[in-house]
Structures are given as structure tokens and as C-alpha cells.
């Protein structure tokens, strides 16, 4: 079993739609990314959280220590959307990130 | 101005020869890494190096080896190459709040 977990592993949606990713960890962190993988391979990190909630235009993520479990939001999808989404952990500052498998994400016009 | 930058993007080469790739950045981060994704997209830590010394290095073989000459760079060599080596290679940077990638470099080794 991953010590990162994401659901759901393949996601579609309309245009227009308000769509969640979740992550599930079961080990001590010091904070958690997002992050985001377009088709042409380039990652880039979308937060950076280690409590509550911040929010970057129609992107939302959240996260719940005690209960171990991050969210990312998307308000109003879009097809420039569709990409991989992942999650990672910072395990309380050991400089190593365990990443989950990744949300796929595909948004249809 | 790029904030983790890799070299070469793709490199393709045979079966035993010997690699470097490359990876310089201009964040002032103390922390860099390599990352290695597979055929299935999952990405898995390799190497991390802090003010240049090595902090993790994870079940790799010893034909890879990470070198720091200084705290913008960490290069990745890697000897005598194998078709399971084949993969995209992600170099990383972090700091308290913050953290980058690298585009990657896809190695195909044939």
C-alpha cells in the first residue's frame, strides 16, 4: 500500500464543471504539494500547504492534518485543465517527498 | 528566467555507454533532488543533496551517482547504461514554502 493515495486515479469531466481530487497519507508530514503534469512532461507545483486552505485563481487546495487527507479543487473547468494532478508529502523535513500515482484528468469542451 | 533547469531534454543512447545530465538552479534553495518516473507516470526519489552533501539516496544502483559541485548544481552520471534505465529523470529544488521542478530529460536507452 502507498503512503500516498489519490482518488480518483482517472477523472473526466464537461467544461464548466467543479471538480475534487483527494489525497490520503498515512505517514508523519511537514507539508504537502500539489502538483501538476501536462502532457508534455513539465511539472509544476501548484501549493504548498501545511495547514488550511489557500487558493490561487480557480484553483482551491485544502488540507486536514489531524485527519491526514489534502483536497484540490477546480472551480469552472477547463480543457487546459487536463493534465496529471499529484500529490506529495514532505515527511516532517527529511527532505524527501513520497508522491502518490497522480489524478489523471481529462476536461471535454 | 528558467528556475530548474535540466540538460539535455531527451537523450538517447546505447546499451553500456556512460551518461551525465545536468541540473543547475537560480533560487538560492539549499535542497535539490532527482526524481525518476516510470513507464506509469509515478515518481520516486532518488537523490537529495543539501548545502552539497548528500542527504538521501534511496535504493538505486551504484552505477548512478549524483554529484554537487556547489549548491546551484546537482548532476546525475550514470555508468554503464541499461535499457531499464529508460525513463524521464526530474531534477527538483526546495526551500520552506516553496519547490520546483525541472522539465525533465527522457532517456531511452536502446
Known amino acids: 500500500k502507498n503512503e500516498v493515495e489519490q482518488s480518483p486515479q482517472n477523472l473526466t469531466a464537461q467544461e464548466g464543471e467543479f471538480i475534487t481530487i483527494n489525497c490520503s497519507y498515512s505517514?508523519?508530514?511537514?507539508?504537502l504539494h500539489w502538483l501538476q503534469q501536462h502532457p508534455g512532461g513539465g511539472i509544476v507545483s501548484l501549493f504548498m500547504?501545511?495547514?488550511g486552505k489557500k487558493k490561487h485563481g480557480r484553483l482551491i487546495a485544502t488540507i486536514n492534518i489531524q485527519e491526514k487527507h489534502s483536497s484540490l479543487h477546480i472551480t469552472a473547468s477547463h480543457p487546459r485543465d487536463s493534465a496529471v494532478y499529484i500529490c506529495?508529502?514532505?515527511?516532517?523535513?527529511?527532505?524527501?517527498?513520497?508522491f502518490g500515482t497522480g489524478t489523471r484528468l481529462k476536461v471535454l469542451a | 528566467d528558467t528556475a530548474v533547469s535540466q540538460t539535455p531534454k531527451y537523450l538517447v543512447t546505447q546499451m553500456g555507454n556512460d551518461k551525465s545530465i545536468k541540473c543547475e538552479q537560480n533560487l538560492g534553495h539549499d535542497t535539490m533532488y532527482w526524481y525518476k518516473q516510470d513507464s506509469k507516470k509515478f515518481l520516486k526519489i532518488m537523490f537529495s543533496y543539501n548545502n552539497k552533501e548528500l542527504i538521501i539516496n534511496e535504493t538505486v544502483p551504484n552505477r548512478f551517482s549524483p554529484k554537487s559541485p556547489d549548491k546551484a548544481h546537482l548532476n546525475l552520471h550514470i555508468n554503464s547504461l541499461e535499457l531499464g534505465d529508460s525513463a524521464v529523470y526530474f531534477c527538483a529544488s526546495s526551500a520552506v514554502g516553496e519547490a520546483f521542478f525541472g522539465q525533465g530529460t527522457r532517456l531511452t536507452v536502446v
Open positions: 500547504l501545511s495547514s
Open positions: 506529495a508529502v514532505d515527511t516532517s523535513g527529511t527532505y524527501k517527498y513520497i
Open positions: 505517514v508523519g508530514i511537514s507539508a
